[in-house]
């Protein structure tokens, strides 16, 4: 697998609490997504980049932001968790157009 | 943005026999069409993809098949096997570089 790291693995957090979430990566890929998994919905897409500090939304960012102050980060921040937040919440990493994207190990939140 | 259809949802077949997944795409534009296969609590990890330029690929037991005009892909797998079992996820990726993907089939191989 791709150099990809998440961290942390898992998490617990109370409602309305700041929540960040970060993907390391050692590819020097130029693409870097977050996607939540949750049953019946698949992977939607939360936020991405293209390069550094080269981001944009994708269909489910609403209350979330990111950050990418360098190549190997992609931050993902919930400003005030909610319940909804609740998602297993992967990373993905790709090199270019068109090509193959490399998923992270997944982060496990659980908003209360 | 792009909206990517799945079906089935679920799919059971007996060891040995073929399944089939198949997807629709919303975006004209989208040109790039990858598979994963995601084992239960692992990541996803591509299987097989297809460009817009080619209408059929083949990789052993896996092909996939893309028809442009009508906005639909498929995945096919033969000789089913019980390490087959799993969730698959075809995705639609558009001139952004965005990928879409769809909600997923459950795939059973009974042995």
């Known amino acids: 697998d791709a150099g990809i790291t998440q961290s942390p693995r898992h998490k617990v957090t109370e409602t309305g609490t700041p929540v960040t979430l970060r993907c390391h990566q050692t590819?020097?890929?130029?693409?870097m997504y977050w996607y939540r998994q949750d049953p019946g919905h698949g992977l939607r897409l939360i936020h991405y980049?293209?390069?550094?500090?080269?981001?944009d939304k994708g269909e489910v960012s609403d209350g979330y932001s990111v950050s990418r102050s360098k190549t190997e980060d992609f931050l993902l921040t919930l400003e005030s968790a909610t319940s909804s937040q609740t998602s297993v919440y992967f990373c993905a990493t790709g090199p270019t157009t068109n090509e193959k994207l490399f998923f992270g190990s997944g982060t496990q939140l659980s908003v209360l | 943005g792009e909206n990517v259809e799945q079906h089935p949802s679920t799919l059971s077949v007996q060891e040995g026999d073929s399944a089939v997944i198949k997807c629709t795409y919303s975006?004209?534009?989208?040109?790039?069409f990858p598979w994963y296969k995601q084992e239960l609590g692992k990541r996803p990890q591509l299987i097989i993809d297809?460009?817009?330029?080619?209408g059929e690929k083949k990789d052993q037991r896996i092909a996939v098949t893309l028809n442009k005009t009508a906005k639909h892909f498929s995945l096919h797998i033969t000789e089913t096997q019980p390490e087959d079992s799993a969730v698959y996820f075809c995705?639609?990726?558009?001139?952004?570089?965005?990928?879409?993907f769809g909600t997923g089939t459950s795939l059973t191989v009974i042995p």
């Open positions: 980049s293209y390069g550094v500090k080269d981001t």
């Open positions: 297809i460009r817009s330029n080619v």
């Open positions: 975006d004209s534009a989208s040109n790039y």
């Open positions: 590819e020097n890929h130029r693409y």
């Open positions: 995705a639609a990726v558009n001139t952004g570089n965005q990928f879409y």
